[in-house]
């Protein structure tokens, strides 16, 4: 079979930080992989892969999400035939935007899989995927509350999280911040959250 004649295929992977543990490349190896055990049939030379890097899922629609855009218009186009994601939390963490998002990809002719949830579109399960797609929001919103109560209780310590402002350095011991000397001029601020 000639890899014109084969079966064009996809993979989405997205991150919400570049700290997070599950990794683009490892999201997209796990899709290679997938699509390497569904047979000859389809082409796994040349994948089209669609990355959103440091991009939530959950605040961040679709539509202001680049990887996801174009994943879209290259569908539309009829540039591929199945889209492969690592799990369903990799399309998004609302329930509404989840389904609304597989069901583009369908009217195109796009078969859709989420490994991890043993989710496919040829094997259509809508009740399996609005379940996923509940179960996913609700972890969205329990991570985002225990990723701002940490960031509360660092600054509650003085200690920062991330780039300290201009005019400050991180002591890497403690992780506070203290303000520089630029020249005669003392740089000075308190770092809060509120």
Same mark, same amino acid.
């Given at each position: ?5 084969k %079966? ?5 992977? @997205? +991150?919400?930080? $570049? !700290? &997070? ?5 490892n999201?997209?190896?796990q ?9 000859p049939?389809?082409?796994?030379e ?11 899922g ?16 290259d569908?539309?186009?009829h540039?591929?035939?199945? %889209?492969?994601?690592k799990?369903?939390s @990799? +399309?998004?963490? $609302? !329930? &509404?935007?989840?389904p609304a998002?597989?069901?583009m990809?369908e ?18 399960d809508?009740?399996t995927?609005?379940i ?12 985002s509350?225990r ?6 209780q660092?600054a509650r ?6 780039r300290?402002p ?14 520089i000397?630029i020249g005669?001029i003392?740089l000075?601020?308190f770092?809060?959250?509120?």
């Open positions: 079979m000639s890899s014109s004649e %079966i064009k295929c996809a993979v989405y992977a @997205r +991150v919400s930080t $570049d !700290k &997070q543990g599950d990794s683009i490349e999201q997209v190896g899709c290679q992989e997938y699509i390497s055990r569904l047979g049939q389809y082409d796994t040349d994948l089209l892969i669609y990355r959103d890097e440091a991009v939530s959950y605040y961040t629609s679709m539509f202001n999400r680049a990887g996801m855009k174009q994943a879209i218009k569908a539309r186009e540039k591929f035939k199945l %889209i492969v994601f799990e369903a @990799r +399309v998004g963490r $609302d !329930k &509404q935007e989840n998002i597989i069901g990809f009217r195109y002719g796009v078969r859709v899989v989420a490994i991890n949830d043993n989710y496919d579109t040829l094997n259509k809508n009740i995927f609005d996923l797609s509940v179960l996913s929001e609700q972890e969205s919103k329990k991570i509350a990723v701002s109560s940490a960031r509360k660092k310590r003085g200690q920062w999280g991330g300290a201009i005019g400050y350095v991180v002591n890497p011991a403690t992780k506070s911040s203290r303000s000397r005669s003392s000075r601020r770092l809060t959250y509120t």
